[in-house]
C-alpha cells in the first residue's frame, strides 16, 4: 500500500524555521520525483518544490527560492524540506505528492495528508 506521511508542521515567528518530512511506504520514495505543495487559505493549491528522481535536481517557485532547500535520505525512505527565514506568506498546509509517472510536471496521484504550518508576523 502506497503511503505518504508529512509531518514537521508547527507555529513560527517571521524569520524561524521549520524542516518538513515526508516519510514513504510501499514504496522506494528514491526511484521517484516528489513535489512539494502547499495550500493556503481561500487559495488554490501550488507547487513550492520537486526533486527529480532521475538525477536528484530541484526546482523552486521563485518566492521560496533562496530559503527552502529540499533533500532526501533514502535510508529513511524520505524527502525533506528545509524552510528558512519563513514569512507569513507561508503559512499554508504543506504537502508531498508522488507517483510513478510524475515528474515534476502535473499533478501525482499520490499525497500525503499534509501538515500545517503557520508563521506569525
Known amino acids: 500500500q502506497v503511503q505518504l506521511v508529512e509531518s514537521g508542521g508547527d507555529l513560527v515567528q517571521s524569520g524561524g524555521s521549520l524542516r518538513l518530512s515526508c516519510a514513504a511506504s510501499g514504496f522506494p520514495l528514491d526511484h521517484y520525483s516528489v513535489g512539494w505543495f502547499r495550500q493556503a487559505p481561500g487559495k488554490e493549491r501550488e507547487e513550492v518544490s520537486c526533486?527529480?528522481?532521475?538525477?536528484?535536481?530541484?526546482s523552486y517557485t521563485d518566492s521560496v527560492k533562496g530559503r527552502f532547500t529540499v533533500s532526501r535520505d533514502n535510508s529513511k525512505n524520505a524527502v525533506f524540506l528545509q524552510m528558512n527565514n519563513l514569512k507569513p506568506d507561508d503559512t499554508a498546509v504543506y504537502y508531498c505528492?508522488?507517483?510513478?509517472?510524475?515528474?515534476?510536471?502535473?499533478?501525482?496521484?499520490?499525497w500525503g495528508q499534509g501538515t500545517q504550518v503557520s508563521v506569525s508576523a
Open positions: 526533486i527529480l528522481s532521475r538525477d536528484d535536481s530541484v
Open positions: 505528492a508522488t507517483d510513478p509517472y510524475y515528474y515534476c510536471s502535473g499533478r501525482p496521484r499520490y
